[in-house]
């Protein structure tokens, strides 16, 4: 069983910054990648970002070099730097976790991914006003 809690949502100015966290609670250790997906209102949900047990990364174009995924093993938390955030970076984020085989390679890519989502937060709003 796997639970995904995300925190550290609110409402900023354009330019201002946030750190979001997902606190991942797992049975037993397994190889996964862990993403942030954000869904503006009328929108899809749209993978951000993601990072696999091995450290490996990977960004929506429209997020390289303003957002950071990054992760603390020892406490099991994922985290989401956002920087000079805008407008359009307005909407509801999750986490999300996928399960690898363990014969499976390690990547980062699934976690950016709906389709291969095993597990999902229950989300946290961000808004950003210009």
């Known amino acids: 069983q796997v639970q995904l809690v995300e925190s550290g949502g609110g409402s900023v100015q354009a330019g201002g910054s946030l750190r979001l966290s997902c606190a991942v609670a797992e049975d037993r250790a397994r190889n996964r990648c862990i993403g942030w997906f954000r869904q503006a209102p009328g929108k899809e949900r749209e993978g951000v970002a993601g990072i696999d047990s091995h450290g490996g990364t990977t960004y929506a174009d429209s997020v390289k070099g303003r957002l950071t995924i990054s992760q603390d093993n020892a406490k099991k938390t994922v985290y989401l730097q956002m920087n000079s955030l805008k407008p359009e970076d307005t909407g509801m984020y999750y986490c999300?976790?996928?399960?690898?085989?363990?014969?499976?390679?390690?990547?980062?890519?699934?976690?950016?991914?709906?389709?291969?989502?095993?597990?999902w937060g229950q989300g946290t709003q961000v808004t950003v006003s210009s």
């Open positions: 999300a976790a996928v399960y690898f085989a363990w014969w499976a390679p390690m990547s980062p890519t699934p976690c950016r991914q709906s389709k291969d989502v095993n597990y």
